[in-house]
Structure formats: structure tokens, C-alpha cells
């Protein structure tokens, strides 16, 4: 069993940066791809980012793309998500996910394990 726990999330004025930690516990991570969702009130979940296992590969929603950037330190068993350049629209539940089986990285229905989750919010 893999257990994520995500931190770094906030309260933060348009314009600015976090950086989204998870930590995973139980299994190494090192193996799976991990992604990054989100969901915003009253919104299904939606894929942010994802890096994979194999060569650390990284793929982006538009809606982030050339703001967010995706990492992993396997050493630490931990994935990173730095949020540049928050826009109000990017305030939303942010969770971290490991993908264990075959499946499309951008569903959220192709990941096995779940973090908690992490508020953002960006102020305009």
C-alpha cells in the first residue's frame, strides 16, 4: 500500500509561486509515474501534470503549461509540483497520485493511490 501526503499549499496573491511537496510511505514510488490533479468548487477533478518512471518524461495540461513545473527525487520518494505565476483560476484542492497499473496518464480513473490534498489559493 502507498501513502501520499501532499504540502505547500496556501493562500497566495495572483502573480505568485508555491511549491507542492508529496511525500509518498509504504512502497517506493520510484516505479510508478506520479501525477498532480486538481478540483476547484463545484469541478470534477482535472489532470494537471505527470512525470513519468522510466526517464522522468513530464506532460502538462494547457492550462499550466510554461507556469507549473513537475520533478521527482526518488532518493526521497517524494514529487514536487513549483507553481509559477498563479492565476485566480488555479485556486483549487490540489492532490498528488501514483499510477501502479497500465492506463492513460491523464484520467484520474488510471491511478491507484490518492493523497489528502492540498488547498491553493490565489488571490487576484
Known amino acids: 500500500q502507498v501513502r501520499l501526503v501532499e504540502s505547500g499549499g496556501g493562500l497566495v496573491q495572483a502573480g505568485g509561486s508555491l511549491r507542492l511537496s508529496c511525500a509518498a510511505s509504504?512502497?517506493?514510488?520510484?516505479?510508478?509515474?506520479m501525477g498532480w490533479f486538481r478540483q476547484a468548487p463545484g469541478k470534477e477533478r482535472e489532470f494537471v501534470a505527470v512525470?513519468?518512471?522510466?526517464?522522468?518524461?513530464?506532460y502538462y495540461a494547457d492550462s499550466v503549461k510554461g507556469r507549473f513545473t513537475i520533478s521527482r527525487d526518488n532518493a526521497k520518494n517524494t514529487v514536487y509540483l513549483q507553481m509559477n505565476s498563479l492565476k485566480s483560476e488555479d485556486t483549487a484542492v490540489y492532490y498528488c497520485?501514483?499510477?501502479?497499473?497500465?492506463?492513460?496518464?491523464?484520467?484520474?480513473?488510471?491511478?491507484?493511490?490518492w493523497g489528502q490534498g492540498t488547498q491553493v489559493t490565489v488571490s487576484s
Open positions: 497520485a501514483a499510477k501502479e497499473y497500465s492506463g492513460n496518464y491523464f484520467y484520474t480513473a488510471s491511478y491507484q493511490y
Open positions: 509504504g512502497r517506493t514510488v520510484s516505479r510508478y509515474p
Open positions: 512525470v513519468s518512471a522510466s526517464d522522468s518524461s513530464t
